[in-house]
C-alpha cells in the first residue's frame, strides 16, 4: 500500500497547509524548517529559529483517528469527533505514559487544546540531552492534532512565538 502525504506553504511562504488534515498556521519570519530526523510519519513539519541550532523546535503532527478506530462502523460521522473525545486516555494512548509537569486546557484562537508539560531526554552520539517539551492537543474533524514544542533553554521569546502559531492554526 502507498500513501502519499501532501503538504505545502502557500504563496507568500508565510503559512503551512496540511491538505489531509486542512490544518493550517502562521509560519513565524527567520523560522525555518528543519528535516524529520526521527523519521516520525505522523510528524508533518518541523520549524525552528534561525540560529537556535536545533535548540528549540515546534513540530506539527497529525493522526486521522477517525479512520484509524473506524470510527464510521459506529454511526459517528467525523465532524462529531472533536476536543469532547480527547480525555486522558486517550492522551497516553498516543503518546505513552508522561510524567507531566502540568496537565491543563487552553484556548488558542478558535481552539480548545489539552497542554502538557514534560521534560524529554534523546541521546545522540552518546550525549544525553534534556529538553522542556509543551504538547498541546486538540481533536477536530476526527483528526488529532499535535503542536509539539521543545527548547533546551527556556526563552520567553520563542515560547511567545509558539503561543501565535496556536492563535493563527486555522482547521478548515
Given amino acids: 500500500m502507498l500513501v502519499l502525504v501532501v503538504a505545502f506553504s502557500d504563496a507568500e511562504g508565510n503559512r503551512f497547509t496540511d491538505a489531509e488534515s486542512g490544518v493550517s498556521f502562521e509560519v513565524p519570519a527567520g523560522w525555518e524548517e528543519v528535516p524529520n530526523v526521527d523519521n516520525n510519519e505522523s510528524i508533518k513539519i518541523q520549524y525552528t529559529p534561525s540560529g537556535s541550532v536545533g535548540q ?22 467525523r465532524k462529531e469527533i472533536d476536543f469532547s473525545f480527547l480525555d486522558d486516555d486517550l492522551v497516553t494512548a498516543m503518546l505513552g505514559p508522561l510524567e507531566a509537569k502540568s496537565n491543563t486546557v487552553k484556548q488558542y484562537g478558535d481552539y480548545r487544546y489539552k497542554v502538557i508539560t514534560t521534560t524529554m531526554e534523546r541521546t545522540k552520539a552518546g550525549l544525553k540531552f534534556s529538553f522542556n517539551c509543551e504538547m498541546v492537543v486538540t481533536l477536530v474533524n476526527g ?10 533553554n527556556h526563552s520567553e521569546e520563542y515560547h511567545a512565538v509558539f503561543e501565535d502559531i496556536l492563535a493563527s492554526v486555522q482547521i478548515k
Avoid: R, W
Avoid at 483528526?143 to 533546551?152: G, R
Fill in 143 to 152: 483528526y488529532v492534532i499535535l503542536f509539539q514544542y521543545m527548547e533546551m
Fill in 56 to 77: 528549540t523546535t515546534v513540530a506539527l503532527a497529525v493522526l486521522d483517528l477517525y479512520s484509524a478506530m473506524s470510527m464510521s462502523q459506529y454511526g459517528v460521522t
